[in-house]
């Protein structure tokens, strides 16, 4: 959760690069299935249309989610980018999956007519090295993050709320699975001279599918229902709060991720009975101050001074 402007700068090129990738191999993928007559292509031809509807979605969210706050919304965009996230989770399910898992089932119901895999072995092969080059981009953009934040890369991909690079890694690797299922699809074919192995591969592509759908549309579903900051960073901060001269306790700390470089803070504060409301607003100041500078991302910081147990108590007995 860095500088906002190379964070974004990187996420939309990791989208496009993986989008131009994907556009082309669905073509090639859609000439070999025809020319082939297998499911698994045809299967694979889907997953990359939805792969290419799904990165134009992202790429929406991205430019959408970096217009400035107005007077309609005072907090800015920045969860509209889960919202179309969420939509591309949706069109992977319902192009690629759906669409996999009827194919292979009438392949296995109906059987196929298996033609020359030949140029489908060829696509699958420059297949691969596309999509592989893509989700190289997008795990070095993930790797990068990580170090900056100095935490496992694993986990950074589990947890970070830049779901647009996180959607390309898992579709991206996807892919190079579905491509490897495909072939197999095909060579089983090739062997025996039935359509039951590629109806499988098909089956399995788009089970594969609907767990990448269903692991994204959670991520962006978490994001906007609302998600806190990780309990090392709300540490953090109460850190730094109560490091602020005149701050005696933090009584209640709120924070919520509204994008991935747009954090939000609130906290109800007890500062010294003694301090004059000069001294409390520049606590306010420098509190926000020095949030901002352990943590850049954190855009937005309200404090509220609030009296404390022992206030209470002793306004209630006078």
Not at 43 to 71: G, I, Y
Request: net charge negative; hydrophobic share 45%; with cysteine.
């Amino acid at each position: 959760m860095g500088d906002e402007q190379t964070e974004g700068g990187e996420s939309t090129f990791t989208v496009v690069v993986a989008a131009a990738a994907n556009l082309g191999i669905a073509v090639a993928k859609l000439v070999a299935g025809l020319i082939s007559g297998s499911s698994a292509m045809l299967s694979e031809a889907a997953h990359s249309v939805a792969d290419t509807v799904t990165e134009l979605m992202l790429l929406t969210a991205l430019k959408r989610s970096e217009k400035p706050p107005d007077e309609d919304h005072p907090l800015g965009y920045g969860p509209e980018r889960y919202i179309w996230a969420m939509l591309a989770a949706v069109a992977t399910f319902v192009g690629g999956a759906v669409f996999s898992l009827y194919d292979g089932i009438h392949t296995l119901l109906r059987g196929e007519e298996l033609g020359d895999p030949l140029v489908s072995y060829i696509v699958l092969a420059v297949a691969f090295l596309l999509e592989g080059f893509s989700l190289r981009t997008g795990v070095r953009q993930v790797r990068w993050e990580a170090a900056r934040l100095r935490v496992p890369a694993p986990r950074y991909l589990r947890r970070t709320p830049d779901t647009a690079v996180k959607a390309v890694v898992m579709e991206d690797s996807a892919a190079l699975v579905g491509l490897l299922l495909a072939a197999g699809g095909l060579l089983g074919g090739q062997l025996s001279g039935s359509g039951v192995w590629d109806g499988v591969a098909s089956i399995l592509i788009g089970v594969l599918l609907v767990y990448v759908a269903w692991v994204l549309c959670r991520s962006n579903a978490q994001l906007l229902i609302g998600r806190p900051l990780p309990a090392e960073m709300r540490a953090g901060v109460r850190e730094e709060l109560l490091s602020v001269p005149h701050v005696v306790e933090v009584l209640e700390l709120t924070t919520l991720i509204q994008g991935p470089s747009e954090l939000l803070v609130a906290a109800k504060v007890d500062f010294r009975d003694a301090s004059t409301a000069a001294q409390i607003e520049w606590a306010c100041e420098e509190a926000e101050q020095q949030l901002r500078e352990r943590y850049p991302s954190i855009k937005r910081v309200y404090l509220d001074p609030t009296p404390g147990l022992g206030q209470r108590r002793r306004a209630a007995a006078g």
